[in-house]
Protein backbone atom coordinates (compact mmCIF):
# COMPACT_ATOMS: atom_id res chain seq x y z
CA UNK A 1 0.00 0.00 0.00
CA UNK A 2 2.82 2.16 1.16
CA UNK A 3 4.11 4.55 -2.15
CA UNK A 4 7.46 6.02 -2.88
CA UNK A 5 7.97 9.75 -1.28
CA UNK A 6 8.41 12.40 -4.42
CA UNK A 7 11.02 14.77 -3.34
CA UNK A 8 9.40 18.18 -2.66
CA UNK A 9 6.02 16.95 -1.93
CA UNK A 10 4.97 15.94 1.42
CA UNK A 11 3.68 12.59 2.12
CA UNK A 12 0.63 11.72 2.98
CA UNK A 13 0.08 9.76 6.31
CA UNK A 14 -3.55 7.47 7.58
CA UNK A 15 -4.20 6.97 10.83
CA UNK A 16 -6.81 4.38 11.45
CA UNK A 17 -8.35 3.82 14.77
CA UNK A 18 -11.71 3.51 16.06
CA UNK A 19 -12.00 6.30 18.68
CA UNK A 20 -9.29 9.44 19.82
CA UNK A 21 -10.98 10.14 22.71
CA UNK A 22 -9.60 12.47 25.93
CA UNK A 23 -7.20 10.98 27.54
CA UNK A 24 -7.42 7.43 26.31
CA UNK A 25 -3.75 5.62 25.94
CA UNK A 26 -4.45 4.39 22.55
CA UNK A 27 -5.35 8.18 21.19
CA UNK A 28 -2.07 9.34 22.84
CA UNK A 29 0.23 6.97 20.95
CA UNK A 30 -1.66 8.43 17.27
CA UNK A 31 -1.80 11.94 18.45
CA UNK A 32 1.96 11.30 19.22
CA UNK A 33 2.36 10.08 15.95
CA UNK A 34 0.89 12.18 14.21
CA UNK A 35 2.59 15.13 15.55
CA UNK A 36 5.64 13.69 14.86
CA UNK A 37 4.89 13.43 10.75
CA UNK A 38 3.12 16.92 10.99
CA UNK A 39 6.11 18.58 12.42
CA UNK A 40 8.33 16.73 9.86
CA UNK A 41 6.17 18.45 6.75
CA UNK A 42 3.84 15.50 6.15
CA UNK A 43 0.01 15.67 5.78
CA UNK A 44 -1.75 13.57 8.09
CA UNK A 45 -5.50 12.78 8.49
CA UNK A 46 -6.99 10.82 11.53
CA UNK A 47 -9.52 8.63 10.22
CA UNK A 48 -11.98 6.88 13.16
CA UNK A 49 -15.33 6.28 14.01
CA UNK A 50 -15.01 8.47 16.92
CA UNK A 51 -13.16 11.52 16.93
CA UNK A 52 -11.70 14.69 19.17
CA UNK A 53 -11.83 16.76 16.53
CA UNK A 54 -9.94 19.87 17.95
CA UNK A 55 -7.10 16.65 19.59
CA UNK A 56 -6.57 15.90 16.03
CA UNK A 57 -5.99 19.50 14.93
CA UNK A 58 -3.90 20.09 17.60
CA UNK A 59 -1.43 17.28 16.62
CA UNK A 60 -1.11 18.95 13.18
CA UNK A 61 -3.74 16.66 11.41
CA UNK A 62 -6.95 16.38 9.75
CA UNK A 63 -9.85 14.75 11.00
CA UNK A 64 -12.02 12.70 8.82
CA UNK A 65 -15.14 10.69 9.51
CA UNK A 66 -16.02 8.14 8.17
CA UNK A 67 -19.22 9.22 6.88
CA UNK A 68 -18.04 12.90 6.59
CA UNK A 69 -20.65 14.82 8.28
CA UNK A 70 -20.37 14.07 12.50
CA UNK A 71 -24.06 13.94 12.64
CA UNK A 72 -23.85 11.28 10.25
CA UNK A 73 -21.12 8.96 12.23
CA UNK A 74 -23.11 9.62 14.97
CA UNK A 75 -25.96 8.07 13.84
CA UNK A 76 -23.99 5.20 12.32
CA UNK A 77 -22.64 4.87 15.90
CA UNK A 78 -26.04 3.95 17.50
CA UNK A 79 -27.60 1.76 14.53
CA UNK A 80 -24.78 0.15 12.33
CA UNK A 81 -22.72 -2.94 13.46
CA UNK A 82 -19.02 -2.94 14.09
CA UNK A 83 -18.68 -4.76 11.05
CA UNK A 84 -20.25 -2.29 8.76
CA UNK A 85 -18.68 0.88 10.98
CA UNK A 86 -15.58 -0.80 9.87
CA UNK A 87 -16.32 -1.34 6.17
CA UNK A 88 -17.24 2.46 5.90
CA UNK A 89 -14.00 3.23 7.85
CA UNK A 90 -12.13 1.20 5.25
CA UNK A 91 -13.56 3.08 2.46
CA UNK A 92 -12.67 5.73 4.09
CA UNK A 93 -8.45 5.16 4.19
CA UNK A 94 -9.01 3.38 0.44
CA UNK A 95 -10.82 7.23 -1.00
CA UNK A 96 -7.78 9.53 0.58
CA UNK A 97 -5.13 7.31 -1.18
CA UNK A 98 -2.47 7.81 1.38
CA UNK A 99 1.34 6.78 0.73
CA UNK A 100 1.47 5.27 4.06
CA UNK A 101 -1.71 3.34 6.48
CA UNK A 102 -1.33 3.38 9.52
CA UNK A 103 -3.79 1.08 11.32
CA UNK A 104 -4.82 -1.31 14.37
CA UNK A 105 -4.62 -4.83 11.98
CA UNK A 106 -8.51 -4.51 11.28
CA UNK A 107 -8.78 -2.72 7.66
CA UNK A 108 -8.14 -5.16 4.91
CA UNK A 109 -5.02 -3.50 3.91
CA UNK A 110 -2.36 -1.27 5.73
CA UNK A 111 1.40 -0.91 5.97
CA UNK A 112 1.85 -0.74 9.81
CA UNK A 113 -0.19 -2.43 12.42
CA UNK A 114 -0.02 -0.01 15.88
CA UNK A 115 -0.17 -2.56 18.60
CA UNK A 116 -2.16 -1.24 22.02
CA UNK A 117 -3.66 -4.80 22.88
CA UNK A 118 -3.89 -8.23 22.55
CA UNK A 119 -7.12 -9.07 22.95
CA UNK A 120 -7.00 -12.76 23.76
CA UNK A 121 -4.28 -12.74 25.71
CA UNK A 122 -6.74 -10.24 28.39
CA UNK A 123 -9.92 -12.76 27.75
CA UNK A 124 -7.23 -15.50 29.24
CA UNK A 125 -6.28 -13.30 32.22
CA UNK A 126 -9.92 -12.74 33.16
CA UNK A 127 -10.75 -16.10 32.70
CA UNK A 128 -14.26 -16.66 33.83
CA UNK A 129 -14.87 -12.75 34.33
CA UNK A 130 -14.19 -12.50 30.44
CA UNK A 131 -17.29 -10.83 29.24
CA UNK A 132 -19.34 -12.21 25.48
CA UNK A 133 -18.55 -9.10 24.01
CA UNK A 134 -14.66 -9.12 24.91
CA UNK A 135 -14.79 -12.75 23.78
CA UNK A 136 -15.84 -11.39 20.17
CA UNK A 137 -13.83 -8.11 19.96
CA UNK A 138 -10.84 -11.10 20.77
CA UNK A 139 -12.02 -13.36 17.86
CA UNK A 140 -12.34 -10.46 15.12
CA UNK A 141 -8.73 -9.73 16.15
CA UNK A 142 -7.60 -13.02 15.82
CA UNK A 143 -9.39 -13.46 12.30
CA UNK A 144 -7.86 -9.71 10.80
CA UNK A 145 -4.25 -10.02 12.40
CA UNK A 146 -3.73 -13.88 10.99
CA UNK A 147 -4.39 -12.66 7.59
CA UNK A 148 -1.08 -11.28 7.74
CA UNK A 149 -2.39 -8.18 5.54
CA UNK A 150 0.81 -5.08 7.04
CA UNK A 151 4.19 -5.23 6.41
CA UNK A 152 5.47 -4.08 9.98
CA UNK A 153 3.77 -4.52 13.74
CA UNK A 154 5.01 -1.60 16.00
CA UNK A 155 4.62 -3.21 19.61
CA UNK A 156 5.29 -0.97 22.92
CA UNK A 157 7.34 -3.87 24.74
CA UNK A 158 9.17 -6.88 24.16
CA UNK A 159 6.62 -8.72 26.40
CA UNK A 160 3.87 -7.32 23.45
CA UNK A 161 6.25 -8.56 20.71
CA UNK A 162 6.58 -12.21 22.23
CA UNK A 163 2.80 -12.18 22.78
CA UNK A 164 1.89 -11.19 18.76
CA UNK A 165 4.42 -13.07 17.22
CA UNK A 166 3.29 -16.51 18.86
CA UNK A 167 -0.33 -15.44 18.59
CA UNK A 168 -0.40 -14.24 15.53
CA UNK A 169 2.58 -16.03 13.45
CA UNK A 170 4.23 -12.78 12.89
CA UNK A 171 8.08 -13.47 11.88
CA UNK A 172 10.00 -11.63 14.59
CA UNK A 173 12.35 -9.50 11.81
CA UNK A 174 8.47 -8.01 10.71
CA UNK A 175 7.74 -6.53 14.29
CA UNK A 176 9.45 -3.47 15.84
CA UNK A 177 9.39 -2.56 19.07
CA UNK A 178 8.98 1.00 20.08
CA UNK A 179 8.39 2.22 23.55
CA UNK A 180 5.71 5.16 24.01
CA UNK A 181 6.78 7.87 26.50
CA UNK A 182 5.19 10.81 28.83
CA UNK A 183 5.15 14.45 28.52
CA UNK A 184 7.85 15.53 30.57
CA UNK A 185 5.87 19.57 31.12
CA UNK A 186 3.47 17.65 32.63
CA UNK A 187 5.39 14.47 34.38
CA UNK A 188 8.66 15.83 36.19
CA UNK A 189 9.51 14.94 39.74
CA UNK A 190 10.28 18.73 39.63
CA UNK A 191 6.77 19.50 40.44
CA UNK A 192 6.37 17.11 43.62
CA UNK A 193 7.17 19.49 46.28
CA UNK A 194 5.06 22.05 44.76
CA UNK A 195 1.88 19.54 44.20
CA UNK A 196 1.81 17.07 47.01
CA UNK A 197 0.80 18.62 50.22
CA UNK A 198 -1.84 20.89 48.54
CA UNK A 199 -2.93 17.59 46.78
CA UNK A 200 -2.91 15.65 50.16
CA UNK A 201 -4.92 18.39 52.04
CA UNK A 202 -7.62 18.93 49.07
CA UNK A 203 -8.27 14.80 49.48
CA UNK A 204 -7.59 14.79 53.18
CA UNK A 205 -4.88 13.20 53.72
CA UNK A 206 -2.36 13.49 56.46
CA UNK A 207 1.13 14.37 56.04
CA UNK A 208 2.27 11.71 57.96
CA UNK A 209 -0.04 9.02 56.09
CA UNK A 210 2.03 6.80 53.53
CA UNK A 211 -0.27 6.80 49.89
CA UNK A 212 -0.42 4.03 47.92
CA UNK A 213 -2.26 4.87 45.08
CA UNK A 214 -4.03 2.49 42.63
CA UNK A 215 -5.67 3.51 39.10
CA UNK A 216 -8.81 1.99 38.18
CA UNK A 217 -9.69 3.48 34.92
CA UNK A 218 -9.58 1.18 32.11
CA UNK A 219 -11.00 -2.36 32.65
CA UNK A 220 -11.20 -3.11 36.60
CA UNK A 221 -10.89 -6.57 36.65
CA UNK A 222 -7.68 -6.32 33.97
CA UNK A 223 -5.69 -3.85 36.32
CA UNK A 224 -5.60 -6.42 38.89
CA UNK A 225 -7.91 -5.88 42.13
CA UNK A 226 -7.73 -9.27 42.90
CA UNK A 227 -3.96 -9.13 43.46
CA UNK A 228 -4.30 -5.61 45.18
CA UNK A 229 -6.88 -7.07 47.53
CA UNK A 230 -5.00 -10.14 48.85
CA UNK A 231 -1.73 -8.27 48.80
CA UNK A 232 -3.37 -5.43 51.10
CA UNK A 233 -5.03 -8.19 53.30
CA UNK A 234 -1.67 -9.75 53.96
CA UNK A 235 -0.05 -6.84 54.78
CA UNK A 236 0.79 -6.73 58.82
CA UNK A 237 -1.39 -4.98 61.08
CA UNK A 238 0.84 -1.88 61.66
CA UNK A 239 1.80 -1.39 58.22
CA UNK A 240 -2.16 -1.29 57.37
CA UNK A 241 -2.42 1.43 60.69
CA UNK A 242 -0.36 3.78 58.37
CA UNK A 243 -1.50 3.28 55.13
CA UNK A 244 -4.62 4.87 52.88
CA UNK A 245 -5.16 3.55 49.45
CA UNK A 246 -5.54 6.53 46.97
CA UNK A 247 -8.20 5.19 43.93
CA UNK A 248 -7.94 7.03 41.20
CA UNK A 249 -10.84 6.28 38.45
CA UNK A 250 -14.66 6.18 37.67
CA UNK A 251 -16.78 6.29 40.57
CA UNK A 252 -18.07 2.78 39.68
CA UNK A 253 -14.60 1.33 39.68
CA UNK A 254 -14.49 3.24 43.11
CA UNK A 255 -17.58 1.47 44.79
CA UNK A 256 -16.51 -1.72 43.50
CA UNK A 257 -12.95 -1.79 44.87
CA UNK A 258 -14.45 -0.18 48.61
CA UNK A 259 -16.35 -3.72 48.36
CA UNK A 260 -13.69 -5.48 47.32
CA UNK A 261 -11.51 -4.00 50.23
CA UNK A 262 -14.57 -4.63 52.70
CA UNK A 263 -13.95 -1.74 55.20
CA UNK A 264 -10.14 -0.46 54.20
CA UNK A 265 -9.32 3.38 54.29
CA UNK A 266 -9.88 4.44 50.55
CA UNK A 267 -9.78 8.14 49.08
CA UNK A 268 -11.12 8.20 46.05
CA UNK A 269 -10.55 10.67 43.25
CA UNK A 270 -11.45 11.34 40.03
CA UNK A 271 -9.17 10.40 36.68
CA UNK A 272 -8.84 14.11 35.48
CA UNK A 273 -6.52 15.25 32.71
CA UNK A 274 -3.63 16.89 35.18
CA UNK A 275 -3.77 12.87 36.83
CA UNK A 276 -0.31 13.98 37.73
CA UNK A 277 -1.13 15.98 40.91
CA UNK A 278 -2.38 12.66 42.50
CA UNK A 279 0.70 10.77 41.42
CA UNK A 280 2.65 13.83 43.43
CA UNK A 281 0.25 13.23 46.62
CA UNK A 282 1.08 9.08 46.49
CA UNK A 283 3.97 7.51 47.83
CA UNK A 284 3.96 4.31 45.81
CA UNK A 285 1.91 3.46 43.03
CA UNK A 286 0.90 -0.54 42.98
CA UNK A 287 0.32 -1.66 39.16
CA UNK A 288 -0.72 -4.90 39.80
CA UNK A 289 -2.35 -5.81 36.57
CA UNK A 290 -2.45 -8.84 35.24
CA UNK A 291 -1.61 -7.91 31.32
CA UNK A 292 -0.66 -4.57 29.69
CA UNK A 293 1.05 -4.19 26.37
CA UNK A 294 2.32 -1.52 28.29
CA UNK A 295 0.97 0.62 30.57
CA UNK A 296 1.39 4.47 30.57
CA UNK A 297 0.35 4.87 34.22
CA UNK A 298 3.49 3.40 34.85
CA UNK A 299 5.78 5.20 33.07
CA UNK A 300 3.77 8.52 34.30
CA UNK A 301 3.85 7.95 37.94
CA UNK A 302 7.14 7.17 37.54
CA UNK A 303 8.06 10.24 36.19
CA UNK A 304 6.87 12.31 38.93
CA UNK A 305 9.46 10.82 41.23
CA UNK A 306 6.49 8.18 42.78
CA UNK A 307 7.68 4.69 43.14
CA UNK A 308 5.76 1.75 40.91
CA UNK A 309 5.53 -1.70 42.24
CA UNK A 310 4.01 -3.63 39.40
CA UNK A 311 4.68 -6.99 37.68
CA UNK A 312 6.69 -8.43 34.46
CA UNK A 313 3.02 -8.68 32.85
CA UNK A 314 3.26 -5.28 32.58
CA UNK A 315 5.53 -4.24 29.27
CA UNK A 316 6.44 -0.56 31.00
CA UNK A 317 8.34 -2.49 33.47
CA UNK A 318 11.04 -3.22 31.21
CA UNK A 319 12.17 0.58 30.47
CA UNK A 320 12.95 -0.11 34.73
CA UNK A 321 16.81 -1.62 35.41
CA UNK A 322 18.84 -1.10 38.70
CA UNK A 323 17.42 -0.27 41.96
CA UNK A 324 14.06 0.51 39.41
CA UNK A 325 13.52 -2.92 38.08
CA UNK A 326 14.32 -4.30 41.96
CA UNK A 327 10.22 -3.45 42.86
CA UNK A 328 9.11 -5.43 39.85
CA UNK A 329 7.68 -8.65 40.65
CA UNK A 330 8.05 -11.79 38.41
CA UNK A 331 4.44 -12.83 38.51
CA UNK A 332 1.15 -10.10 39.17
CA UNK A 333 0.35 -12.15 42.33
CA UNK A 334 -0.24 -11.21 46.10
CA UNK A 335 2.98 -13.94 46.78
CA UNK A 336 4.99 -12.11 44.79
CA UNK A 337 3.98 -8.50 45.69
CA UNK A 338 3.89 -9.24 49.25
CA UNK A 339 7.37 -8.53 50.19
CA UNK A 340 8.29 -5.62 48.14
CA UNK A 341 5.28 -3.66 49.10
CA UNK A 342 6.72 -4.41 52.48
CA UNK A 343 9.88 -2.97 52.15
CA UNK A 344 8.96 0.02 50.21
CA UNK A 345 6.78 0.62 53.58
CA UNK A 346 9.07 -0.05 55.83
CA UNK A 347 12.23 1.31 54.24
CA UNK A 348 11.81 5.01 53.14
CA UNK A 349 15.30 5.27 51.77
CA UNK A 350 15.02 2.40 49.20
CA UNK A 351 11.57 3.93 48.38
CA UNK A 352 13.16 6.91 47.56
CA UNK A 353 16.10 4.60 46.04
CA UNK A 354 13.35 3.06 43.46
CA UNK A 355 11.55 5.89 42.88
CA UNK A 356 15.06 8.15 41.90
CA UNK A 357 16.25 5.05 39.43
CA UNK A 358 12.42 5.08 37.74
CA UNK A 359 11.98 8.76 37.30
CA UNK A 360 15.35 8.72 35.72
CA UNK A 361 14.42 6.20 33.05
CA UNK A 362 10.70 7.24 32.51
CA UNK A 363 12.58 10.65 31.59
CA UNK A 364 14.45 9.32 28.93
CA UNK A 365 11.04 8.19 26.88
CA UNK A 366 8.86 10.94 25.97
CA UNK A 367 6.61 11.26 22.95
CA UNK A 368 9.12 13.55 21.22
CA UNK A 369 11.66 9.91 21.52
CA UNK A 370 8.66 7.96 20.06
CA UNK A 371 7.49 9.57 17.23
CA UNK A 372 11.33 9.33 16.10
CA UNK A 373 11.97 5.98 16.94
CA UNK A 374 8.85 5.01 14.99
CA UNK A 375 10.21 6.96 11.85
CA UNK A 376 13.22 4.89 12.45
CA UNK A 377 11.68 1.60 12.66
CA UNK A 378 9.71 2.97 9.56
CA UNK A 379 12.88 3.39 7.71
CA UNK A 380 14.61 0.25 8.71
CA UNK A 381 12.08 -1.82 7.38
CA UNK A 382 11.91 0.52 3.87
CA UNK A 383 8.41 1.93 4.50
CA UNK A 384 7.48 5.15 2.34
CA UNK A 385 6.62 7.72 5.32
CA UNK A 386 9.99 7.37 6.75
Not at 105 to 132: F, K
Not at 214 to 233: C, I, K, M, P, Y
Request: proline share 5%; glycine share 8%; with cysteine.
Amino acid sequence: MSRPAVPGVPRHVVFSTRAVRQGAGSSRLVLALARGFADAGDRVDIVADRLDAPAVRAAGARPVHPLRAPVLQRLARRFLSRERQLALRARAVARLGAGLVVGEGDLPRQDVVLVHNIVRREVEALGAAATAEQEAIAVAQERALRANAYRLAVVGSELTGREFAARFGCAPERIAVVRPGVDPAQFSPRDRPALRAATRSALGIGPAETVVAFVTSGHFRLRGVDALAATLARLGEAERSGLRLLAVGSERNAQLLREALAGAPVTCAPRVPRVEAYYHAADILFHPAHFETFGLVVAEAAACGCAVLTSRSVGAAEIFSGEGAAAVAARPDAAEFLPLLSRLLHEPEWRASVAASQAHAAGTHTWARYAVAFRQALHAHGLAGA
